[in-house]
Protein backbone atom coordinates (compact mmCIF):
# COMPACT_ATOMS: atom_id res chain seq x y z
CA UNK A 1 0.00 0.00 0.00
CA UNK A 2 2.30 3.19 -1.11
CA UNK A 3 0.13 6.02 0.27
CA UNK A 4 0.13 9.72 -0.75
CA UNK A 5 3.21 11.37 1.27
CA UNK A 6 4.57 8.35 1.39
CA UNK A 7 6.59 7.78 -1.84
CA UNK A 8 10.13 7.17 -1.18
CA UNK A 9 11.50 10.60 -2.77
CA UNK A 10 15.32 10.62 -2.36
CA UNK A 11 18.08 8.28 -0.51
CA UNK A 12 18.29 9.70 2.68
CA UNK A 13 22.36 8.25 3.16
CA UNK A 14 21.63 9.25 7.00
CA UNK A 15 25.07 7.82 7.54
CA UNK A 16 26.50 10.74 5.59
CA UNK A 17 24.86 13.94 7.50
CA UNK A 18 27.70 13.40 9.56
CA UNK A 19 30.35 13.63 7.45
CA UNK A 20 31.29 17.43 6.87
CA UNK A 21 33.13 16.93 3.62
CA UNK A 22 30.67 15.32 2.60
CA UNK A 23 27.56 17.86 3.48
CA UNK A 24 30.14 21.08 2.16
CA UNK A 25 30.27 19.27 -1.00
CA UNK A 26 26.60 18.99 -1.05
CA UNK A 27 25.92 22.85 -0.31
CA UNK A 28 28.16 24.13 -2.85
CA UNK A 29 27.65 21.42 -5.59
CA UNK A 30 25.74 23.69 -8.47
CA UNK A 31 23.27 21.13 -9.13
CA UNK A 32 22.05 20.79 -5.10
CA UNK A 33 18.22 21.22 -5.44
CA UNK A 34 16.93 23.37 -2.57
CA UNK A 35 13.41 23.30 -1.35
CA UNK A 36 12.30 26.88 0.03
CA UNK A 37 10.05 27.42 2.70
CA UNK A 38 8.48 30.84 3.79
CA UNK A 39 7.24 30.66 7.67
CA UNK A 40 7.13 27.18 7.90
CA UNK A 41 4.72 27.21 4.58
CA UNK A 42 6.33 25.65 1.00
CA UNK A 43 5.72 27.40 -2.06
CA UNK A 44 3.89 26.30 -5.52
CA UNK A 45 3.30 27.63 -8.84
CA UNK A 46 0.01 26.55 -10.99
CA UNK A 47 0.75 24.76 -14.58
CA UNK A 48 -0.49 26.08 -17.65
CA UNK A 49 -3.43 24.24 -17.20
CA UNK A 50 -4.63 26.48 -14.28
CA UNK A 51 -5.60 23.08 -12.10
CA UNK A 52 -2.23 21.02 -11.77
CA UNK A 53 0.27 22.74 -8.97
CA UNK A 54 4.16 22.43 -8.67
CA UNK A 55 5.94 22.44 -5.80
CA UNK A 56 8.83 25.69 -6.27
CA UNK A 57 12.36 24.19 -6.29
CA UNK A 58 15.62 25.83 -7.29
CA UNK A 59 19.35 24.30 -7.54
CA UNK A 60 22.23 26.12 -6.21
CA UNK A 61 23.31 27.54 -9.50
CA UNK A 62 20.04 28.99 -10.54
CA UNK A 63 18.74 30.40 -7.14
CA UNK A 64 18.79 33.68 -6.45
CA UNK A 65 21.53 35.81 -5.42
CA UNK A 66 19.95 36.14 -1.76
CA UNK A 67 19.42 32.42 -1.87
CA UNK A 68 22.98 31.00 -2.23
CA UNK A 69 24.22 33.48 0.09
CA UNK A 70 22.44 32.43 2.70
CA UNK A 71 23.24 28.57 1.92
CA UNK A 72 27.13 29.85 2.44
CA UNK A 73 26.41 31.43 5.32
CA UNK A 74 24.73 27.90 6.53
CA UNK A 75 27.51 25.80 5.34
CA UNK A 76 30.27 28.37 7.20
CA UNK A 77 28.89 27.74 10.75
CA UNK A 78 27.76 24.01 9.96
CA UNK A 79 27.46 21.73 13.19
CA UNK A 80 28.28 24.73 15.42
CA UNK A 81 26.39 26.82 17.75
CA UNK A 82 26.33 29.74 15.55
CA UNK A 83 23.86 27.75 13.26
CA UNK A 84 21.30 27.88 15.41
CA UNK A 85 18.15 28.82 14.24
CA UNK A 86 17.30 31.99 16.58
CA UNK A 87 20.94 33.05 15.33
CA UNK A 88 20.59 32.54 12.02
CA UNK A 89 16.94 32.95 11.18
CA UNK A 90 16.91 30.25 8.85
CA UNK A 91 17.12 26.21 9.12
CA UNK A 92 18.34 23.89 6.82
CA UNK A 93 17.76 20.03 6.29
CA UNK A 94 19.86 17.71 4.53
CA UNK A 95 16.79 15.33 2.92
CA UNK A 96 19.07 12.83 1.04
CA UNK A 97 20.71 12.06 -2.75
CA UNK A 98 18.20 11.60 -5.79
CA UNK A 99 19.64 9.33 -8.03
CA UNK A 100 16.98 8.84 -10.80
CA UNK A 101 19.29 10.57 -13.30
CA UNK A 102 16.29 10.79 -16.12
CA UNK A 103 15.03 13.55 -13.60
CA UNK A 104 18.75 14.74 -12.08
CA UNK A 105 21.26 14.18 -14.63
CA UNK A 106 24.10 16.11 -12.73
CA UNK A 107 25.06 14.22 -10.16
CA UNK A 108 27.38 14.40 -7.15
CA UNK A 109 29.82 11.96 -6.52
CA UNK A 110 31.75 10.83 -3.13
CA UNK A 111 33.42 7.60 -1.85
CA UNK A 112 33.88 6.85 1.72
CA UNK A 113 35.46 4.12 3.05
CA UNK A 114 35.63 2.34 -0.41
CA UNK A 115 32.11 3.16 -1.14
CA UNK A 116 31.23 4.98 -3.87
CA UNK A 117 27.58 7.56 -3.88
CA UNK A 118 25.97 8.98 -6.51
CA UNK A 119 23.21 11.73 -6.90
CA UNK A 120 22.12 14.93 -6.74
CA UNK A 121 21.71 16.47 -3.01
CA UNK A 122 18.64 18.23 -2.02
CA UNK A 123 17.54 20.30 1.09
CA UNK A 124 15.22 21.94 2.81
CA UNK A 125 15.68 25.76 3.66
CA UNK A 126 13.29 27.64 5.75
CA UNK A 127 13.02 31.40 6.30
CA UNK A 128 11.60 32.35 9.48
CA UNK A 129 11.16 35.89 8.27
CA UNK A 130 9.13 36.32 5.24
CA UNK A 131 10.92 40.13 4.98
CA UNK A 132 13.98 37.98 4.57
CA UNK A 133 13.03 35.42 2.27
CA UNK A 134 13.46 35.64 -1.63
CA UNK A 135 11.00 36.25 -4.02
CA UNK A 136 10.01 33.53 -6.56
CA UNK A 137 7.78 34.79 -9.28
CA UNK A 138 4.82 33.90 -9.56
CA UNK A 139 4.70 31.58 -6.46
CA UNK A 140 2.38 31.33 -3.80
CA UNK A 141 2.53 29.48 0.20
CA UNK A 142 0.87 26.09 -0.48
CA UNK A 143 -1.75 25.96 1.71
CA UNK A 144 -3.49 22.63 3.49
CA UNK A 145 -5.36 21.60 -0.27
CA UNK A 146 -3.01 22.78 -2.57
CA UNK A 147 -1.16 19.95 -1.07
CA UNK A 148 -3.05 17.14 -2.21
CA UNK A 149 -2.61 18.68 -5.92
CA UNK A 150 1.15 18.28 -6.78
CA UNK A 151 2.52 15.34 -7.57
CA UNK A 152 3.25 12.08 -5.61
CA UNK A 153 6.89 12.91 -5.82
CA UNK A 154 6.33 16.68 -4.95
CA UNK A 155 3.95 15.22 -2.24
CA UNK A 156 6.28 13.06 -0.82
CA UNK A 157 9.22 15.64 -0.82
CA UNK A 158 7.23 18.04 0.92
CA UNK A 159 5.84 15.88 3.22
CA UNK A 160 9.70 14.62 4.25
CA UNK A 161 10.88 18.52 4.56
CA UNK A 162 7.96 19.94 6.20
CA UNK A 163 8.20 17.85 8.88
CA UNK A 164 12.03 18.76 9.69
CA UNK A 165 11.35 22.27 9.25
CA UNK A 166 8.48 22.69 11.81
CA UNK A 167 10.09 20.78 14.08
CA UNK A 168 13.77 22.69 14.05
CA UNK A 169 11.23 25.99 14.16
CA UNK A 170 9.84 24.82 17.41
CA UNK A 171 12.95 23.33 19.00
CA UNK A 172 14.90 26.10 19.97
CA UNK A 173 15.87 24.78 23.82
CA UNK A 174 17.00 22.25 25.27
CA UNK A 175 14.63 19.30 27.09
CA UNK A 176 17.38 18.80 29.62
CA UNK A 177 18.44 22.63 30.92
CA UNK A 178 17.07 24.63 28.69
CA UNK A 179 19.64 25.99 26.78
CA UNK A 180 19.90 26.24 23.36
CA UNK A 181 20.30 24.06 21.40
CA UNK A 182 22.21 24.18 17.99
CA UNK A 183 21.81 21.62 14.63
CA UNK A 184 23.89 18.90 13.96
CA UNK A 185 24.27 16.04 11.05
CA UNK A 186 22.49 18.49 7.94
CA UNK A 187 19.60 19.56 10.68
CA UNK A 188 18.62 16.41 11.59
CA UNK A 189 19.01 16.37 15.24
CA UNK A 190 20.03 19.06 16.95
CA UNK A 191 22.71 19.03 20.03
CA UNK A 192 22.52 20.77 23.75
CA UNK A 193 24.54 23.83 23.24
CA UNK A 194 25.16 24.86 27.34
CA UNK A 195 28.96 25.46 28.12
CA UNK A 196 28.45 25.27 31.64
CA UNK A 197 29.74 22.32 32.74
CA UNK A 198 28.83 22.49 36.45
CA UNK A 199 25.44 22.75 35.45
CA UNK A 200 23.92 18.84 34.89
CA UNK A 201 22.53 18.36 31.86
CA UNK A 202 20.69 14.77 30.57
CA UNK A 203 20.43 15.40 27.49
CA UNK A 204 24.44 16.72 26.61
CA UNK A 205 25.66 14.90 29.18
CA UNK A 206 24.22 11.14 28.58
CA UNK A 207 26.06 8.32 27.13
CA UNK A 208 24.33 7.50 24.55
CA UNK A 209 21.49 9.80 22.56
CA UNK A 210 22.97 12.52 23.85
CA UNK A 211 20.76 14.74 21.16
CA UNK A 212 17.51 15.41 20.55
CA UNK A 213 15.88 13.97 17.36
CA UNK A 214 12.64 14.74 15.66
CA UNK A 215 9.84 13.29 17.03
CA UNK A 216 6.94 11.04 15.00
CA UNK A 217 3.43 10.84 16.44
CA UNK A 218 1.73 7.64 15.34
CA UNK A 219 -1.82 7.36 14.80
CA UNK A 220 -3.66 4.22 14.80
CA UNK A 221 -6.76 4.90 12.22
CA UNK A 222 -9.21 1.50 11.73
CA UNK A 223 -12.01 0.66 9.58
CA UNK A 224 -14.02 -1.85 11.49
CA UNK A 225 -16.15 -4.43 9.83
CA UNK A 226 -18.40 -7.60 10.65
CA UNK A 227 -17.47 -11.15 10.39
CA UNK A 228 -19.59 -11.82 7.16
CA UNK A 229 -18.50 -8.66 5.66
CA UNK A 230 -21.51 -7.06 4.81
CA UNK A 231 -21.48 -3.52 7.19
CA UNK A 232 -18.58 -1.21 7.91
CA UNK A 233 -18.78 0.95 11.10
CA UNK A 234 -17.49 4.86 9.93
CA UNK A 235 -17.64 8.27 12.60
CA UNK A 236 -18.83 11.46 11.74
CA UNK A 237 -16.31 13.61 13.01
CA UNK A 238 -17.87 17.31 14.16
CA UNK A 239 -16.01 18.05 11.02
CA UNK A 240 -18.39 20.00 8.14
CA UNK A 241 -18.07 19.65 4.54
CA UNK A 242 -19.83 22.01 3.57
CA UNK A 243 -23.57 23.06 5.67
CA UNK A 244 -25.34 19.94 4.06
CA UNK A 245 -22.56 17.34 4.10
CA UNK A 246 -21.17 15.38 6.85
CA UNK A 247 -17.79 14.00 6.45
CA UNK A 248 -17.87 10.16 7.74
CA UNK A 249 -14.14 8.49 7.86
CA UNK A 250 -12.01 5.65 9.98
CA UNK A 251 -11.49 6.00 13.64
CA UNK A 252 -8.34 7.57 14.30
CA UNK A 253 -7.00 8.19 17.48
CA UNK A 254 -3.37 8.79 18.56
CA UNK A 255 -1.43 5.66 20.56
CA UNK A 256 0.17 6.01 23.82
CA UNK A 257 3.30 4.99 25.16
CA UNK A 258 3.56 1.21 25.76
CA UNK A 259 0.44 0.54 23.67
CA UNK A 260 0.92 -1.36 20.37
CA UNK A 261 -0.41 -1.00 16.83
CA UNK A 262 -3.57 -3.60 17.75
CA UNK A 263 -4.19 -2.34 21.20
CA UNK A 264 -4.30 1.00 20.25
CA UNK A 265 -7.05 0.46 17.23
CA UNK A 266 -9.14 -1.85 20.00
CA UNK A 267 -9.02 1.07 22.65
CA UNK A 268 -9.60 3.74 20.22
CA UNK A 269 -12.79 1.53 18.90
CA UNK A 270 -13.97 1.27 22.09
CA UNK A 271 -13.57 4.82 23.78
CA UNK A 272 -15.26 6.53 20.34
CA UNK A 273 -17.49 3.98 19.16
CA UNK A 274 -18.43 1.59 22.49
CA UNK A 275 -17.90 -1.32 19.16
CA UNK A 276 -15.88 -4.34 21.09
CA UNK A 277 -13.59 -6.20 19.34
CA UNK A 278 -10.06 -7.71 20.43
CA UNK A 279 -6.49 -7.58 19.35
CA UNK A 280 -6.33 -10.78 17.49
CA UNK A 281 -8.36 -9.77 15.14
CA UNK A 282 -6.86 -6.15 14.04
CA UNK A 283 -4.92 -6.53 10.48
CA UNK A 284 -2.26 -3.83 10.01
CA UNK A 285 -2.75 -2.63 6.20
CA UNK A 286 0.15 0.06 5.51
CA UNK A 287 1.01 3.45 6.46
CA UNK A 288 1.29 7.16 5.55
CA UNK A 289 3.43 9.89 6.42
CA UNK A 290 1.04 12.99 7.53
CA UNK A 291 2.84 16.75 7.55
CA UNK A 292 0.27 18.54 10.06
CA UNK A 293 2.42 18.48 12.00
CA UNK A 294 4.48 15.14 12.31
CA UNK A 295 2.30 11.97 12.16
CA UNK A 296 2.56 8.38 11.12
CA UNK A 297 -0.83 7.27 9.88
CA UNK A 298 -1.02 3.02 10.54
CA UNK A 299 -3.91 1.76 8.72
CA UNK A 300 -6.03 -1.28 10.21
CA UNK A 301 -9.07 -3.54 9.86
CA UNK A 302 -10.75 -4.92 12.87
CA UNK A 303 -13.21 -7.25 12.40
CA UNK A 304 -16.05 -7.65 15.14
CA UNK A 305 -18.09 -10.64 16.19
CA UNK A 306 -21.75 -9.71 16.27
CA UNK A 307 -23.37 -10.89 19.82
CA UNK A 308 -25.65 -8.01 20.68
CA UNK A 309 -23.62 -6.24 22.60
CA UNK A 310 -20.08 -6.17 20.55
CA UNK A 311 -21.20 -4.01 17.66
CA UNK A 312 -23.69 -1.72 19.37
CA UNK A 313 -22.61 1.84 18.88
CA UNK A 314 -22.34 4.34 22.11
CA UNK A 315 -20.89 7.66 22.14
CA UNK A 316 -21.18 8.34 25.81
CA UNK A 317 -17.36 7.06 26.83
CA UNK A 318 -15.72 10.02 24.77
CA UNK A 319 -17.60 12.62 23.09
CA UNK A 320 -15.16 13.70 20.44
CA UNK A 321 -17.51 12.38 17.27
CA UNK A 322 -21.11 13.56 16.53
CA UNK A 323 -21.97 10.05 15.14
CA UNK A 324 -21.15 6.59 13.90
CA UNK A 325 -23.34 3.94 12.80
CA UNK A 326 -22.74 1.00 10.47
CA UNK A 327 -23.36 1.30 6.74
CA UNK A 328 -23.89 -1.64 4.05
CA UNK A 329 -20.50 -1.94 1.95
CA UNK A 330 -22.44 -2.00 -1.26
CA UNK A 331 -22.47 1.01 -0.83
CA UNK A 332 -19.42 2.14 0.00
CA UNK A 333 -18.58 -0.24 -3.28
CA UNK A 334 -20.64 2.41 -5.24
CA UNK A 335 -18.83 5.35 -4.07
CA UNK A 336 -15.32 4.16 -4.79
CA UNK A 337 -16.46 2.88 -8.18
CA UNK A 338 -17.68 6.23 -8.93
CA UNK A 339 -15.28 8.04 -7.35
CA UNK A 340 -12.97 10.18 -10.07
CA UNK A 341 -10.96 12.48 -7.95
CA UNK A 342 -10.68 15.20 -5.00
CA UNK A 343 -9.90 14.99 -1.72
CA UNK A 344 -13.69 13.81 -1.05
CA UNK A 345 -15.92 11.16 -2.11
CA UNK A 346 -19.51 11.67 -2.21
CA UNK A 347 -20.88 8.72 -0.09
CA UNK A 348 -24.39 7.60 0.59
CA UNK A 349 -26.45 10.66 -0.39
CA UNK A 350 -25.27 13.58 1.78
CA UNK A 351 -22.02 12.30 3.37
CA UNK A 352 -18.76 12.33 2.35
CA UNK A 353 -15.27 9.83 2.73
CA UNK A 354 -12.00 10.83 2.20
CA UNK A 355 -10.71 11.20 -1.13
CA UNK A 356 -7.72 9.16 -3.04
CA UNK A 357 -5.16 11.04 -0.95
CA UNK A 358 -5.75 9.90 2.25
CA UNK A 359 -4.73 6.44 3.41
CA UNK A 360 -8.49 6.29 5.16
CA UNK A 361 -9.39 5.90 1.44
CA UNK A 362 -7.01 2.94 0.89
CA UNK A 363 -8.29 1.33 3.88
CA UNK A 364 -12.01 1.25 2.67
CA UNK A 365 -11.16 0.68 -0.64
CA UNK A 366 -9.15 -2.56 0.68
CA UNK A 367 -12.78 -3.05 2.48
CA UNK A 368 -14.44 -3.10 -0.84
CA UNK A 369 -12.39 -5.23 -2.64
CA UNK A 370 -12.42 -7.73 -0.20
CA UNK A 371 -16.20 -7.27 -0.39
CA UNK A 372 -15.68 -8.10 -3.88
CA UNK A 373 -13.35 -10.74 -4.22
CA UNK A 374 -15.73 -12.86 -1.49
CA UNK A 375 -18.87 -12.37 -3.76
CA UNK A 376 -17.21 -12.84 -6.94
CA UNK A 377 -17.38 -9.40 -8.02
CA UNK A 378 -15.46 -7.07 -10.76
Given at each position: ?????????????????????????????????????????A???????????????????????????????????????????????????????????????????????????N????????????????????????????????????????S???????????????????????P?????????????????????D????????????????V?????????????????????????????A?????????????????????????????????????????????????????????????????????????????????????????G????????????????????????????????????
Open positions: MLSYFGDPDVNRVSFLRGDDTFMQKALAFPSSVFVPFVEGSLHTHGADGKSTHLVTATFESAPESLQQTIRNCAAVLNTPAGRVSELHVSLTFLGLHQDVKLHANQLEYSRNGEKYGTPFFAINYLDAKAAPEFPGATPLGFMDAFAISSHDAALFHAKMYIDWLARTRHCTGCGYYVYQEGGTKVTCGNPDKNIKCPVRARVSNFCFPRTDPISIACVDAELTKVCLARSKRQIDDKHAFYSCVGFMEPGETVEAACVRELWEETGVQCLPQDVQLLGSQPWPYPANLMIGCLATVHFDGSNESVSLNHDPELMDARWFDIKELCTAIDEHKEFFMPFAGEFYLPGAQAIAYDILKYVADLYKSKNGAN
